[in-house]
């Protein structure tokens, strides 16, 4: 089903919606897209992982390279991604992925590929703030419609529900 956007920058200004219910509080998740009642919803997924940077990248993989834990679940992320680099200092995520992360869909998968990896980088740190780069150069706009990637996003930024 079409989605429109017709002010990409009024993204940035909705409010979160709760989470869902399939994974606990401070455990790592993947946030999957399930398409819901004319809706997209980012629903967390818990998944194990080892020390910080590494589970960040994990994570961000799991939802390239794995299937979908439940059928009604699917990646917004084009396959073949690449995580490039992770890193995690403080309340700072700076992930770099490879061109592909930017390349085919609609805005709507643009936005649903920025709320995955964003949400599943903050899943441990709510409130920690997500730097995207590809190829190592900052990611300002994604999309033939030109989403607006703030730098640094936070959760508040995008809602769970688009």
């Known amino acids: 089903f079409p989605v429109t956007i017709a002010n990409p920058t009024s993204i940035n200004q909705v409010t979160q919606s709760p989470p ?3 994974a606990v509080d401070g455990e790592l998740s993947a946030y999957w897209i399930e398409s819901k009642r004319n809706k997209l919803v980012a629903v967390p997924i818990a998944i194990k ?3 910080n940077d590494e589970a ?3 994570v961000v993989n799991s939802l390239i390279t794995e299937k979908p834990p439940e059928s009604e679940l699917y990646s917004a992320i084009p396959a073949k991604t690449k995580v490039l680099n992770v890193s995690v200092e403080n309340q700072d995520i700076r992930i770099d992925l490879s ?3 930017t390349q085919g869909g609609g805005s709507a998968s643009m936005q649903g590929r920025i709320i995955q990896v ?3 980088a903050t899943s441990l740190q709510p409130d920690a703030k997500v730097y995207l ?3 190592g150069k900052s990611l300002k706009y994604i999309g033939g419609e030109g989403l607006e990637v703030p730098r640094p996003m936070t959760r508040k930024d ?3 529900e688009f």
């Open 49 to 51: 992982a080892k020390n």
């Open 56 to 58: 960040i990248s994990q």
């Open 99 to 101: 061109r592909e992360f």
């Open 133 to 135: 780069s590809v190829e």
């Open 118 to 120: 964003l949400y599943s």
């Open 158 to 160: 995008f809602a769970l």
């Open 20 to 22: 869902a219910a399939r």
